[in-house]
């Protein structure tokens, strides 16, 4: 699903700053600092295998943007990752901090593989060997990483052991999303689709909705798509559908999603679970899930799922961007065109960030969390910058997509220009 260069992601996602700038308080010059990353890098693994052969894997590290604290954004292990892919993530992440109004910059991450033909040794050499290489480009107060699409809190235990005993020192706040015994954050672990259900709860109130009443389609059923799924289906909302890599089962009167975690959690891929007559349902592949009947559509797995080819085909009414980027541009135009409601990545998906945040600043200070307080951290900010939000698109008329970058972009271009603008500089002495 990655962009080829023909349909770069990353100028994609540039195209979302001139949506924005109308109606944020930046400087064009800001802009145009936010259009080029200020590092970029890539480095070459050596993996020795258990075959005793040698493989070489390539991975990346971005850091689009440090103004307002250190570069913050995960990992990812896949098979698709580009350069390109990598900066357009770094630069959401730029973006999504500054919506929820955390003191980081934007990084990301990635390797070129797929962690699934690895076994557990061979990961964790990959893992160890990436930080081996990308150790002096990150640290507590300049670049933490933390878990994306298909990494997750033991790789993380690996990377932040690793980056320790290069420094030789215990350094839990380099790496976040970490497992709870070495210095992980209660309620990490589901924070994404915590976040985005705390936003749905704020839609839920402004609009009145009945949870019974309300069908939720979800593409991506792993970390981020399975908590939302968990949390809206114990509130009664009907998740009429759900999907993996394998493909997807759709059940009209809702699906059972607690039974469908655990026979994930033991191993089993979707396709193979449809076929199961207590928990299963018809078959669905990840294109009709898309165009489904359902209120809420939410992808939850990669970027550009919504093109100009099949944006047309959405008949949700509300699209919640679990997954970073899985509307372009021309789809989303699209969607605003047919009045469909797009809750944008920077905002839905944010509550993974911001617990990382929680963790850092728990890491920080030593001084460790309740889950129930983390929850409710999480709840008032992520409830708190929904509104701002929801109360600026209303303000001037505008769609949730442009008044989150105007908010974020707000954010950074105060920081930006307290630096000094053109007419500061050609302006005076001393
Ligand atoms: P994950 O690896 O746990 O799950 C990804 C899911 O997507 C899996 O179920 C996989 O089978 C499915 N998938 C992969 N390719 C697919 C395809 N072509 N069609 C349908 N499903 C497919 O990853 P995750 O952590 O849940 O991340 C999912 C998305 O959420 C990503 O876009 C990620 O960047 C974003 N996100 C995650 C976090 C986090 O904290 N985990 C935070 C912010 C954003």
Not at 140 to 153: E, F, G, L, Q, R
Not at 161 to 170: A, H
Not at 240 to 259: E, K
Not at 358 to 377: A, I, L, M, P, T
Request: proline fraction near 4%.
């Amino acid at each position: 699903m990655s962009a080829t260069a023909a349909s770069s992601v990353f100028d994609d996602a540039l195209r979302n700053l001139d949506r924005a700038f109308d109606y944020a308080d930046i400087h064009a010059e800001a802009i145009e600092r936010l259009k080029h990353p200020k590092l970029a890098i890539e480095v070459s693994i050596p993996v020795r295998m258990d075959s005793g052969e040698l493989r070489l894997f390539t991975g990346y590290r971005v850091r689009h943007d440090d103004t307002r604290g250190p570069g913050k954004g995960g990992i990812r292990f896949h098979p698709g990752v580009t350069l390109d892919e990598v900066k357009a993530l770094a630069f959401w992440m730029t973006c999504k901090c500054a919506v929820m109004n955390l003191p980081y910059g934007g990084a990301k991450g990635g390797v070129i593989v797929n962690p699934k033909e690895l076994s557990h040794m061979e990961l964790e050499r990959l893992s160890r060997g990436f930080i081996q290489r990308i150790a002096d480009f990150i640290g507590p107060d300049t670049d933490v990483p933390a878990p994306d699409v298909y990494t997750n809190s033991m790789i993380m235990g690996w990377m932040t052991d690793e980056y320790s005993k290069i420094r030789r020192q215990f350094t839990p706040a380099v790496i976040t999303g970490k497992p709870i015994p070495l210095g992980g954050s209660e309620g990490r672990e589901d924070a994404t689709g915590r976040g985005a259900y705390y936003c749905l709860k704020e839609m839920e109130s402004e609009r009145d909705w009945t949870p019974g009443g309300i069908t939720v389609a979800i593409q991506g059923f792993g970390n981020a798509g399975q908590a939302v799924a968990r949390l809206l289906a114990a509130d009664g909302y009907r998740i009429v559908a759900v999907s993996d890599s394998s493909g997807g089962i759709y059940r009209a009167s809702g699906l059972n999603i607690p039974a469908l975690i655990h026979a994930k959690e033991a191993g089993s891929h979707l396709a193979a679970i449809a076929a199961d007559p207590t928990i299963g349902g018809d078959a669905i592949d990840n294109a009709s899930l898309l165009a489904l009947d359902a209120d809420i559509l939410i992808p939850a797995a990669l970027e550009n799922v919504l093109t100009a080819d099949n944006a047309a085909q959405v008949r949700a009414r509300h699209v919640v961007e679990v997954a970073n980027g899985p509307v372009t541009s021309d789809a989303d135009a699209i969607l605003r065109q047919r009045g469909i409601q797009v809750l944008p990545d920077i905002l839905a998906n944010a509550g993974g960030v911001t617990v990382s945040y929680f963790e850092w600043v728990q890491n920080k200070s030593g001084w460790y969390w309740s889950r129930d307080q983390v929850h409710q951290r999480l709840q008032e900010r992520m409830a708190a910058e929904y509104r701002s939000i929801s109360t600026l698109a209303a303000r001037h008329d505008i769609d949730l997509r442009t008044a989150a970058y105007a908010q974020a972009l707000g954010r950074i271009g105060r920081a930006l220009t307290a630096q000094g603008t053109r007419e500061y500089f050609i302006g005076g002495k001393g």
